[in-house]
Nanobody, 124 residues
Framework: QVQLVESGGGLVQAGDSLRLSCAAS????????MGWFRQAPGKEREFLAAITRSGGSTYYADSVKGRFTISRDNAKNTVYLQMNSLKPEDTAVYYC?????????????????WGQGTQVTVSS
């Protein structure tokens, strides 16, 4: 059974930081590129960041580049999203996703598995 479970969300003030984690129950975790996406009410799912299988390459949306950092620990089957300088417009449900043999696509349809999401709320 494949499961992705996000954690680390919460309510923070503008300017604060959060670190999201995604624990993956996947055979051969290193075969999957991993991505982070978010979705606010009434909005389309938005690509945030992706990381290749070995962690050698990362990709970021312009809206978060310089503030967010994606990383992975293949020994722990976990991917992380470090979020700094949070803004009210970052408020959304944050999802991790896994793409078997992927290259780090920004397109949601490329991903095979999704977590349940974790809520991030940033107040001003």
């Amino acid at each position: 059974q494949v499961q992705l479970v996000e954690s680390g969300g919460g309510l923070v003030q503008a300017g604060d930081s959060l670190r999201l984690s995604c624990a993956a129950s996947i055979r051969t975790f290193s075969n999957y590129a991993m991505g982070w996406f978010r979705q606010a009410p009434g909005k389309e799912r938005e690509f945030l960041a992706a990381i290749t299988r070995s962690g050698g390459s990362t990709y970021y949306a312009d809206s978060v580049k310089g503030r967010f950092t994606i990383s992975r620990d293949n020994a722990k089957n976990t991917v992380y999203l470090q979020m700094n300088s949070l803004k009210p417009e970052d408020t959304a449900v944050y999802y991790c996703a896994a793409d078997m043999y992927g290259l780090g696509s920004p397109r949601p349809r490329e991903y095979d598995y999704w977590g349940q999401g974790t809520q991030v709320t940033v107040s001003s």
